[in-house]
Each structure stands twice: as C-alpha cells, then as structure tokens.
C-alpha cells in the first residue's frame, strides 16, 4: 500500500470509499449533511480544486483510504473526509493517511491543525484524540447536526 496524491482518474475509487466508509452511520446523518460527507462526482471535482487529497492505493491499484487537507489561513491547516474502507479499518491505513496529510499541512507552514467531526464517529474521535487533537469546544451547525471542532 502507498499514500499518494489523487487525481480525477481517482474519482470513482474515492467516492466509493467514502460511502462504503460512511454507510454504517448513514441514519445518524441528515440527508444534507450524509451528502456532504459522501460527495457526489461533482462536488468531489469542487473539492480538489480547493484542496489537496490524498488517497491509500494496494498494489494493484485499489483505493482503499482517503483525506483532505488545506490551509484556512495564517497557520491553521484543516482536514476532512477521512475514510477507509471498512474491510481494511485498524490496519494502520489511517495513520499513514493522517501523517501525510499533516506532512503536507506542516509543509504549507502550519503550526495547528483543526477537523471536524459528528458524535456518531467514536473510533474516529479515539483515533484522532490519540494523534493529539483535543476538542476545542467549538460546535458548528452541520445541516441540521452538531458538529465538534478538535484541534492540534
């Protein structure tokens, strides 16, 4: 497996990363809010445009994990749409996925790091508490859901 940057040709393997990630807590979401974390081709073209992505890929080309990534302002980087596929969930995927994301962030001069996450994401919330991040006690409206801020 390697972590690399995605490219268009990758839509198809993201998205359905991505849901295949996400379908478990499809009923914790609003439907805007399941849409905007699962993306359509569409709106996937609209955030590489905006951000970097990355993608995990096995040797035989399958994307198996991904994340985003970027600079929201004098020194902050943030990340989203962090997702594995499920199959492959405590493999260490998500750790390379996060560390080159983070690399990249450091990389473009950030000295913080935010995410946001939904309560629904408890493995997630752990995985990314022992990385580091800390809630910051912000809570955002998501489409109608609350969403928590953590920071490192």
């Given at each position: 497996m390697s972590v690399r940057s995605a490219t268009e040709a990758d839509c198809d393997g993201i998205l359905a990363c991505l849901h295949s990630a996400f379908e478990p807590y499809k009923t914790n979401y609003t439907p805007a809010a399941y849409n905007d974390t699962v993306l359509t081709r569409e709106s996937l073209l609209a955030r590489m445009k905006d951000m970097s992505i990355f993608v995990a890929v096995t040797e035989a080309g399958e994307i198996i994990g991904t994340i985003a990534c970027q600079v929201r302002g004098e020194g902050e980087g943030h990340l989203r749409g962090m997702a594995v596929d499920p199959r492959l969930q405590g493999c260490g995927i998500s750790q390379q996925l996060l560390e080159r994301a983070e690399s990249e962030l450091h990389a473009r001069h950030c000295q913080r790091i935010t995410l946001d996450t939904t309560q629904y994401?408890?493995?997630?919330?752990?995985?990314?508490?022992?990385?580091?991040?800390?809630?910051?006690?912000?809570?955002?409206?998501?489409?109608?859901?609350p969403l928590y801020e953590y920071i490192k």
């Amino acid at each position: 497996m390697s972590v690399r940057s995605a490219t268009e040709a990758d839509c198809d393997g993201i998205l359905a990363c991505l849901h295949s990630a996400f379908e478990p807590y499809k009923t914790n979401y609003t439907p805007a809010a399941y849409n905007d974390t699962v993306l359509t081709r569409e709106s996937l073209l609209a955030r590489m445009k905006d951000m970097s992505i990355f993608v995990a890929v096995t040797e035989a080309g399958e994307i198996i994990g991904t994340i985003a990534c970027q600079v929201r302002g004098e020194g902050e980087g943030h990340l989203r749409g962090m997702a594995v596929d499920p199959r492959l969930q405590g493999c260490g995927i998500s750790q390379q996925l996060l560390e080159r994301a983070e690399s990249e962030l450091h990389a473009r001069h950030c000295q913080r790091i935010t995410l946001d996450t939904t309560q629904y994401l408890q493995r997630a919330i752990h995985f990314y508490e022992r990385n580091g991040y800390r809630a910051s006690g912000k809570v955002t409206d998501f489409f109608g859901m609350p969403l928590y801020e953590y920071i490192k």
